[in-house]
């Protein structure tokens, strides 16, 4: 067994998510078949390989930045419209510090 | 007017010779998407407003005699992960189910200046992880071709559009397979370019190193005119490429002669009867049309899931994270302190796919586990995109199957995550390297079950993998739907 619901408790715990104990259990062993499937990379030799981040491309063009020109922003009202709760011009969230 | 049967260059014709205007193929197009979504849901919304006022603008260019573009009147449909500005933007996710963009995406931008018209929003599994189709919190899309089997998925709802005939192209997104796999189960063309070809301004962010945005088509050279409508740098993505954008649909010549491909050993072993039947005719299609083939050998395949996996789940994981019921409309209600409203929100507003890629990639990015799974991963993708540079040095394209099977059940596979995921084998390579991939049509199983040919070519030679693709297409005999 790769995993045990005890870890899984963990990671739900790091990723924010709270999961039911069906889930728990459902997810800890769709991981554990995942996590058997990926233990294969472990057959390779792979000292020397470089790790691979991102697909680069040789040349200028690409790595060119834009100019930091100022742009009019979004503006408060259209980026809070989305916002399931908002006010006085700011994200609402549950009370974090009492006073 | 028949949608189903239009291409860009007739509806060129047709608007210039003012034998209808784009008014009313708009109009048209939203009354066909309109009767024909109950039998597939492949639409999440239609976009009336947005469709006619953008045609408008396309009848007054023509009016004055100005250019109107090279998707002129075009009706393009968009994957739901793709932003639209005021127009409900939902990812197939319950999560957003009222999320309304502030900005469009770029290549909506684009596609919109060259004169196409947004005709609607296509549903697809939530925030592109998926390969059915059956992950959308609204209802999975049924294949037009076979409505109790799936389109395929991510962009399942973007084949089946172009499928049905209800748009002339659309974008998907692809990430490990999203645009090819589905173009293959629904008989269409569908096309990812290099990495970087098209901007990822506007495309919710699944894995940022892998995602992609591709077009469909009923041909390879509408596929080519949306493409080359879209592709280029955008400031607003910093890993766009600067490369030029060559003139794509005007160098399909319909010659492939003395093409030198490569045919992939490891990619030929695991398919159904039917379709490893069906890629070696087409193969033999390209022989006769003055095409060198050859074995060639990508040794590195059977790590690719595996690599894929630990990679793509590690920065879903991270991109996903700003779904947390502060910005992005929905919260839970259940919840008195900040850290229960994350909790609770995530908990109950992600569906079991996404859940289950969030901890993967939570899993493998946690202390005393990032060299084990993440770091190796980036390396064993170093040497797939190795073992295609290779290839190239003595092929100018590779072809291979895109998918082991062709579309299958509503349902037959839901319960088995690593049989989905083992299914994109195929497409997940190309992914890992960047490089231009696409699906043609190369016929149908006895069943009348599509079967997609894959072209993959070096970073930017989308000219050679269009060019191959349209040789090949015009031997072959478009399927009905």
């Known amino acids: 067994m790769k995993i045990t619901e005890q870890e899984v408790r963990y990671v739900a715990d790091l990723a924010n998510l709270t999961l039911t104990d069906e889930e728990v259990a459902r997810f800890r062993g769709d991981l554990d078949g995942i996590l058997e499937h990926i233990g294969k990379l472990n057959e390779l030799d792979l000292a020397g390989v470089e790790p691979m981040a991102q697909v680069l491309f040789e040349g200028a063009e690409a790595d060119e930045l834009r100019m930091d020109i100022p742009q009019p922003p979004l503006g408060n009202e259209a980026a809070l419209a989305n916002a399931p709760l908002a006010g006085a011009g700011y994200f609402k969230v549950p009370l974090v510090i009492e006073r | ?481």
């Open chain 2, 1 to 481: 007017m028949n949608i189903a049967s239009l291409t860009i260059d007739r509806i060129r014709r047709g608007l210039l010779a003012k034998e209808f205007s784009a008014a009313e193929l708009a109009a048209e197009a939203l009354r066909f998407a309109e009767a024909e979504n109950p039998r597939t849901n492949a639409y999440l919304r239609l976009a009336p407003d947005r469709a006619m006022a953008g045609a408008r603008r396309v009848d007054e260019r023509i009016a004055r005699g100005e250019e109107p573009g090279p998707l002129a009147g075009v009706p393009v449909a968009v994957k739901d992960v793709i932003l639209t500005k005021g127009i409900t933007t939902t990812c197939g996710s319950k999560l957003l189910e009222h999320y309304v963009p502030p900005y469009d995406a770029t290549a909506v931008e684009r596609l919109e200046a060259a004169g196409g018209i947004v005709v609607g929003k296509t549903n697809c599994d939530e925030f592109a992880m998926g390969s059915s189709n059956e992950n959308s919190a609204f209802g999975p899309v049924r294949n037009p071709v076979a409505p109790d089997r799936v389109p395929g998925g991510s962009s399942g709802g973007s084949a089946a559009v172009v499928a049905q005939g209800t748009a002339v192209v659309s974008l998907g997104s692809d990430t490990g397979g999203s645009i090819r796999q589905p173009a293959s189960f629904c008989g269409v063309v569908g096309v990812t370019p290099t990495y970087g070809r098209v901007s990822r301004f506007g495309l919710t962010a699944f894995a940022s190193s892998l995602d992609h945005i591709g077009p469909f088509a009923r041909n390879v050279k509408d596929a080519a005119t949306l493409l080359g409508a879209i592709a280029g740098r955008d400031g607003r993505d910093s890993t766009s490429a600067g490369a030029p954008v060559p003139d794509y649909p005007a160098l399909l010549d319909g010659s492939a002669k003395g093409l030198k491909l490569g045919l992939p050993r490891e990619y030929l072993k695991d398919l159904t009867s039917e379709t490893g039947d069906l890629i070696a005719r087409g193969v033999d299609t390209l022989k006769h049309l003055g095409c060198e083939v050859r074995e060639i050998s990508l040794p590195h395949t059977d790590y690719a899931i595996a690599c894929y996996y630990i990679i793509a789940t590690a920065e879903a994981s991270s991109n996903l994270a700003r779904y947390d019921g502060v910005r992005y409309t929905f919260r839970s209600a259940n919840s008195e302190t900040l850290a229960d409203m994350y909790r609770n929100t995530r908990g109950e507003g992600f569906g079991a796919e996404c859940k289950r890629r969030i901890m993967l990639g939570t899993y493998v990015l946690s202390a005393g586990y990032y060299d084990a799974y993440y770091l190796q991963a980036q390396k064993v993708r170093a040497l797939v995109a190795r073992d295609f540079a290779a290839a190239f040095t003595g092929v100018d394209a590779i072809v291979a199957p895109v998918s082991p099977y062709p579309a299958f059940k509503l349902g037959e596979k839901v319960n088995d995550p690593l049989a989905m995921y083992l299914s994109d084998i195929f497409t997940i390579t190309g992914s890992l390297a960047g490089i231009p991939c696409m699906s043609v049509p190369c016929g149908n199983t006895a069943e009348g079950l599509p079967v997609g040919l894959q072209i993959l070519t070096g970073h930017f030679a989308e000219t050679t993998m269009f060019r191959l693709a349209d040789a090949f297409e015009r031997t072959q005999r478009r399927p009905c739907v």
